[in-house]
């Protein structure tokens, strides 16, 4: 049984900062085998695809709302995948989700296992 366990979010004011982090386990998955990425889905808006990794770490990409402000990383030794989300604004307000599939791809339905999401509410 896979499972994806996100964590960090939290309520912050905009301009602030937080970390997100998702841990894998379970059977025979092998985190290293994966890409990952961040989604996240606002009250009444379709999930969107934030950032993503390759991989082995050395490829990235980020929508364009995020870019410059997030940086995505990930340590396989541990088996976690992280959000790092500087100047967050009340629009970045929303439940995070993890995903890992295989290859960094905008579109959700190419991820096989997704975590169960962190809410992060950023105050004006």
């Known amino acids: 049984q896979v499972q994806l366990v996100e964590s960090g979010g939290g309520l912050v004011q905009a301009g602030g900062s937080l970390r997100l982090s998702c841990a894998a386990s379970g059977g025979t998955f092998t985190f290293s085998n994966y890409a990952m990425g961040w989604f996240r889905q606002a009250p009444g808006k379709e999930r969107e695809f934030v950032a993503g990794?390759?991989?082995?770490?050395?490829?990235?990409d980020y929508s364009d709302s995020v870019k410059g402000r997030f940086t995505i990383s990930r340590d396989n030794a541990k088996n976690t995948v992280y959000l790092q989300m500087n100047s967050l604004k009340p629009e970045d307000t929303a439940v995070y989700y993890c995903?890992?599939?295989?290859?960094?791809?905008?579109?959700?339905?190419?991820?096989?296992?997704w975590g169960q999401g962190t809410q992060v509410t950023v105050s004006s």
């Open positions: 995903a890992a599939g295989g290859a960094i791809r905008w579109f959700r339905g190419h991820y096989e296992y």
């Open positions: 990794i390759s991989w082995g770490g050395g490829s990235t």
